[in-house]
């Protein structure tokens, strides 16, 4: 298949490239222009990458020609910070998305995979783990767009029987991904703790959140792409609520280091525990996590020090 993956230089974006390249398929990238192509060493010569805007139609445009499939992972904002400025939330990520899926229906896509939000898209929930037939109803700005977003795909498939899957993704965490980001716990406490730097924790620590490794996230991915599914979102994560206590005892253990943490007072944004439920992944795709809690953090933690090693 030639597919276009949209954020193609990102941390998911260069990994699902790096295994659609080994699994025989025609990839190309759109990403910014000028964006460090560090994440892409593995398959840069392999693939085809353009530089653009998303929300430039424009740019966009002539990236589609003669695609199957698109992997839609541009995002341009983050769940906390996306309620200071929720309009520029929805100019840059739903009129951006609409833009894209009437191109897309123009040029003959044939099916697209939309990485929604697992985290956000359900709000507080009533109970966990939470399954895809949840209620949606989203405290963030972010959670909203994601959830705007797959009703628009839903509509140009009844309208133009463009076809999409969605993926309400956990946390996944692995190599690449930024240490400097306010996202990720995982990566974050890593980083901090490879730089010996403190970890704020907001609470006791007690606050509990599904996180996954990035080669899983991937297998979902290729699972997806490569087949018909018979439904439309499903939710792709660990299935198992880990604290933030937990995330720093399997540093210690892994890392032989002490992280250096400080607690500070609870923040009322914050949910105690999310966790997702992946059965319908399990039954419908035959897919799992696979990757152990301490294999995945002893993998992410050799590549942290490797690339600061340089
Ligand atoms: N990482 C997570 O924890 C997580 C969880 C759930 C959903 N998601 C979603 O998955 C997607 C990918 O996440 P990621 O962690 O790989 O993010 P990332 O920031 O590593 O990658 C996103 C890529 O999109 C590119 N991009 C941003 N704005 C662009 C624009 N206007 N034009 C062209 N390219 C642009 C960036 O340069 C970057 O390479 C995002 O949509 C994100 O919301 C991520």
């Known amino acids: 298949m030639h597919c276009l993956v949209l954020g193609g230089a990102g941390f998911m974006g260069s990994h699902i490239v790096d295994a ?70 929805v100019e840059s990520n739903v009129i951006g998305t609409l833009n894209l899926l009437k191109q897309a229906v123009g040029k003959g896509v044939k099916k697209i995979i939309f990485s929604s939000s697992g985290g956000t898209v359900y709000g507080i929930p009533r109970f966990v783990p939470v399954p895809e037939t949840h209620e949606t109803n989203p405290v963030c700005s972010y959670g909203i767009t994601k959830l705007t977003i797959e009703k628009y795909l839903a509509l140009f498939h009844h309208l133009y029987n463009l076809d999409y899957t969605v ?48 080669s899983d996230l991937v297998q979902a991915f290729m699972t997806v792409i490569e087949s018909d599914p018979p439904s439309r979102i499903y939710n792709i994560a660990g299935g198992i609520a880990r604290s933030l206590n937990e995330i720093l005892s399997v540093i210690r253990e892994v890392t032989g280091l002490q992280p250096i943490v400080r607690y500070a007072p609870g923040r009322r944004l914050d949910v105690p525990v999310n966790c997702l439920d992946v059965q319908l992944a399990k039954n419908e795709l035959g897919w799992q996590p696979e990757i152990s809690w301490e294999e995945g953090i002893a993998r992410t933690w050799e590549w942290f020090k490797k690339s600061r090693e340089g």
């Open 167 to 214: 993926l309400r993704l956990a946390n996944p965490y692995g190599e690449r991904q930024r240490i400097d980001n306010v996202q990720g716990a995982v990566a974050v406490f890593l980083g901090k703790t490879l730089l010996r730097q403190p970890i704020t924790i907001w609470g006791d620590g007690s606050i509990a959140r599904d996180y996954f490794y990035i």
């Open 20 to 89: 659609l390249v080994a699994r025989g398929h025609r990839v190309r990238i759109f990403d910014l222009p000028n964006i460090s192509t560090l994440n892409l060493k593995k398959s840069i010569d392999s693939v085809e990458i353009r530089g653009g805007d998303f929300n430039n139609v424009n740019d966009i445009s002539p990236a589609l020609e003669d695609i199957d499939v698109v992997v839609h992972l541009v995002g341009t904002t983050l769940p906390g910070p996306s309620n200071e400025n929720p309009a520029y939330d």
